[in-house]
């Protein structure tokens, strides 16, 4: 499955992927389940017609160019440079 989907997306890994969110790092499944539980909660109740994008900032902007340093020990971040 990791070799066709690195086929498919032209070799990019999950740490590629999530070295280029803000959180670096990918979704877990609890991130998803805390959105859904809030939007279900009185504390959503006056929210209509909105979108809640849980994507750990990704959709933010790529930082591909960015004049940012990786974090130390980073090491799925060589890639980049």
Known sequence: ????NQARWGGVTRDMAAAL???????????IANA??????DEASFIT???LVVDGGFSA??????????????ESLQWLQ
Not at 1 to 4: A, E, G, H, S, Y
Not at 61 to 74: F, H, L, N, T, Y
């Open 21 to 31: 969110t803000p959180m670096r790092r990918m979704a877990k499944a609890q991130d």
């Open 49 to 51: 017609g909105q979108l």
């Open 36 to 41: 859904i539980r809030f939007l279900a909660s």
């Open 61 to 74: 902007g790529s930082q591909i160019g960015a004049s940012w340093k990786p974090v130390e020990g980073e």
């Open 1 to 4: 499955m990791v070799q066709r």
